[in-house]
């Protein structure tokens, strides 16, 4: 079984630049040994979806330590019997990797 998903989260009251905030999660997203992409609006992680929700609620609980208003969008892609997609999607198509 493969889940992917598209995930973005970051706060919206800490000014123009939130790269300090999107590096700390980015770092929870590392920690989970998880296999992901990142992309300049958002990362792509691909595991099961109990842990894939573990990582967005650990994401979440970073940033709602220190930021009262945290915007977050998750797009969720499942498909059975099938593993490695976050690259063989791209390859499909004809993408790089």
Known sequence: M???IDFSIFPLDKGESVS???ARVVRIIRHSELQYKIGPMGTTIEGEWEELMDVVTRCFKELKKDCGRIYVSVKF???KH???RIISKVKSVGGAV
């Open 77 to 79: 892609d499942y498909r």
């Open 20 to 22: 300090p905030y999107v």
């Open 2 to 4: 493969s889940t992917l």
């Open 82 to 84: 099938s593993s490695n």
